[in-house]
């Protein structure tokens, strides 16, 4: 129990320190216009946040809406309500909030624990989703495995593209913080506190 303590502390008391050498932006509306660059990790906390710029680093977002229209080089952590990817993301995204749509590329692996997601783009990693309703239109690709967990199937179109196995556990829906194995669960719960930890420092920082 004591290890699952020390993603929330990072968010609380080594990020801050880990931050400072990096951008920081806190505004009601955020926006990085398509003309311009940001070199480094940033650190956003506003009601909305628009990249349609590009982010060569890693991308962590605390907003109400988030769109990434745009260019991420590495990771993008996002914590808040409705997220849609259109651009292009080098690395891994992990998203925990509503309604997520993902229409452009991402290069690594994503995590979605949110109410919805609909996947229309490219994922070169695995794809995982905890939540409610998962769709995955045709024309999508996903490179590895689709696992999703929830209280329904899964809408799958026939002409998408699943490298790997479809796999659905709807174990956590019937009994709310359960998964299916102690990996899972030990996965999920350091999942969990690690955004949240994200999303609590965003929200310090705004204030």
């Known amino acids: 129990m004591n290890k699952l303590i020390y993603p929330l502390v990072f968010g609380l008391v080594v990020l801050p320190n880990l931050v400072s050498a990096a951008q920081i932006k806190t505004a009601d509306q955020f926006i990085l216009p398509p003309s311009e660059q940001t070199l480094g990790n940033i650190y956003v906390g506003a009601g909305s946040a628009s990249v349609l710029g590009q982010v060569v680093g890693d991308l962590y977002v605390g907003a109400g809406t988030t769109v990434i229209a745009g260019q991420v080089t590495d990771d993008v952590v996002i914590a808040g309500g409705n ?108 999942t969990i506190l690690a955004l949240f930890g994200a999303w609590l420092f965003l929200k310090l920082i705004m204030f």
């Open 83 to 190: 997220t849609t990817i259109t651009g292009n993301v080098g690395g891994d995204v992990r998203v925990l909030g509503g309604q997520v749509v993902i229409t452009g590329r991402v290069g690594g692996d994503v995590l979605v624990i949110g109410g919805a997601l609909n996947l229309a783009g490219q994922v070169g990693g695995d794809v995982d989703f905890i939540g409610g309703m998962l769709k995955v239109a045709d024309g999508a690709s996903v490179v590895g495995n689709l696992t999703y967990r929830s209280d329904r199937k899964a809408d799958i179109g026939s002409k998408a593209y699943i490298g790997g196995q479809i796999t659905y556990d709807k174990t956590l829906a019937e009994k709310l913080g359960v998964l299916k194995n102690s990996a899972d669960s030990k996965s999920f719960k350091t």
